[in-house]
Each structure stands twice: as C-alpha cells, then as structure tokens.
C-alpha cells in the first residue's frame, strides 16, 4: 500500500537494549462528515528523496509518500504523539525538520 499523509513527521523509538527505531506518523484532515485520521508506519527501512517528496518504505512493505511542505505537526496527528511520547519503557522523539532525510 502506498500512503500520502496530508501531514507527517519522523519519531524515534529507543527502547534500552534495542536499536533505535525511526517510523512515520501520517495524518489526514477529515471533512465535516469524517473526522481527522492518522497511521503510524511499521518502521523505516530505506528512504529515498526526490525534489519535492520522501518515500519511506516499512518492514511491512507499505511505502509513505511524504510531501516536503507537509512536514510538521498539526492537529490531525497531534493526540497520537502526545500518547506516543508518554508511553513508559520507550523514548519516543518527534525529530525536527530536516534537510534530507535519506542517511
């Protein structure tokens, strides 16, 4: 599957013991009908750049297509890092913006 967040960005996942762990958050905005929506991918495993987009390829073989415009938080997946960043036994990290994102 391929998805294209209407807004996304980068977390790190580091749970002692294990390597670090980089996964996207997506977000859709919902009309007035259908609320906001988000995913949160299985874990970035190659990235590759193109001029004004990412694609960020999972463990689970889904690829997210990410705008470069669209990176940051908004509302739409602003409750899930809020919890993701509480969770107990990991540090989760909203990493910031980035020139490139391919390493």
């Avoid at 689970?60 to 890092?81: A, M, P």
Wanted: proline share 2%.
């Amino acid at each position: 599957m391929e998805y294209t967040p209407d807004t996304w960005v980068k977390v790190k996942i580091e749970v002692e013991g294990k390597p670090d762990l980089f996964k996207i958050v997506g977000g859709w905005s919902g009309g007035y009908a259908d609320g906001d929506n988000w995913r949160v991918n299985s874990g970035v495993v190659k990235t590759e750049e193109f001029d004004d987009y990412y694609l960020f390829h999972g463990h689970s073989g889904s690829v997210y297509k990410c705008y470069k415009q669209s990176e940051g938080v908004r509302y739409s997946i602003s409750g899930v890092l809020a919890s993701m960043t509480k969770s107990k036994g990991a540090k989760v990290t909203v990493m910031g913006r980035k020139k490139s994102w391919t390493y």
